[in-house]
């Protein structure tokens, strides 16, 4: 059977990266080829310190918003990763079996752990092994992501391929990633190096998928780009780090390919070009805000979504995790 899990941190309001990058392709991948579990990270964003009633309140919000952009209940498990217990106890077992040299070589650790790594938390050097538990205590097999996640997943792969070899048996799939679409990795509005992120400082580096007309208008205005006018082909976006994300993302949001964006916009400047992208963002992101606002005004709502789905989602968790056990010699009386 064809298993897709994902999942996305509460740390920060969902921005236009996650949408293009994951989200999006999330909402389409629900329907009869796969089974669809979709979880918000509440416990991977405690790898960095949170105020505890923001983090409640934000990953409510996530979930909400994830309902908003088309996750449907009806379709997809939707639920809080905290809310089934074997994710945790999953991530111990694997991580007794993952060498610390595997964990050293994560690149998004020695971005979050900067040059002070020894005051970085154990969890932030153990995130990874929760991820690949979060994928593996359901035996999923696809895993929907931006392109940033790459490396986590390669890593889950190595770990489920050496439990499968120490205990002699097929148990846990090889999960395949599903990278998908135009915006695979969405940059930063203010520098085209970086990607777009919900731990920047400077909110007019992304486009968050609540911000109003305005504001959206505002911060395309304000987006970085070089004094050329557009190229009238892809080739010429190749040493213009900016001018290639903002056209990346028009070619995702209208969804159509980027030579046909270049065939339009070529030669002309980017005044214009961003006046109509930002008329762009309104069309496509307004319907998810109004409804966001919508699916808040009933929390409760909200949270019976998440408390069915997390049942949902322990049915398949735990006789996981319990054969897991088994396998590793831990007793049942
Ligand atoms: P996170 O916000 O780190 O929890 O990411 C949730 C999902 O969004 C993951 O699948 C990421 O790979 C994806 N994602 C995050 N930032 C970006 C980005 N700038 N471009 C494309 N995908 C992204
Ligand atoms: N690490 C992912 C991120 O930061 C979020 C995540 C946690 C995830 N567990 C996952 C993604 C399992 C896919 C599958 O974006």
Redesign the pocket.
Known sequence: MKRI?????PTHKMHLGNYLG?VRNWVALQGPEYETIY?V?DL?ALTLPQNPDDLRAQTRELAATLIACGIDPAKSILFAQSQVTAHSELSWLLSCQTPLGWLNRMT?FKDKAGKQRDNAGLGLLA?PV??AA??LVYK?TH?P??E??KQ??ELTREIAGSFNHRYGRDFFPLTEPQILGAATRVMSLRDGTKKMSKSDESDYSRINLTDDADTLALKFRKARTDPEPLPSEEAGLETRPEARNLVTIFSALAERPVDEVLAQYGGSQFSGFKSDLADLAVAKLAPIADELARLMADPAHVDSILRDGGARARAIADPILREVQDIMGLIRV
């Open positions: 899990f994902s999942g996305i941190q994951a979880c990270v991977h998004q995130y929760l991820m979060d994928i999923g895993v992501v931006g940033d996640q986590h997943l």
